[in-house]
């Protein structure tokens, strides 16, 4: 009977030991949970960009105010019956001419969004 009590208690810690000290123990299972915990922080931070970006898809589909944003902001366009002023420092200023007939005269500009126009740069010094 002592024999089979030893042999229990040895097979016991060495079971023991493969669980807290292997590879593919404690050790392990605990940095698997800090992976898991990473990529939920991950997908929650990638999931709240694509609601964002599905709100500018639906905003860019529906309304015409995002859109006259984007034209503005991204490629210097103005409304209708509005002036572009370009305020520099510095020296006074010089009237612009306007572009040369030149071989590109001809060549068709890109479609603007309705009711804007790109703008007539108009420089005034300060």
Known sequence: MKWFAAALITALLLLQYRVWFSGDGV????RLRAAVAGQEADNQRLSERNRQ???????????????????????????KNETFFQVTSGSPAVPVAPPAAGPD????????????????THTAAR
Do not use: N
């Open 27 to 30: 050790s392990e299972v605990l």
């Open 53 to 79: 970006l599905a709100a500018e898809v639906r905003d860019l589909k529906q309304g015409f105010v995002a859109l006259e944003e984007r034209a503005r902001t991204d490629l210097g366009m103005i409304g």
């Open 105 to 120: 005269a001809g060549a068709a500009a890109p479609a603007a969004p309705a009711g804007l126009t790109a703008p007539a």
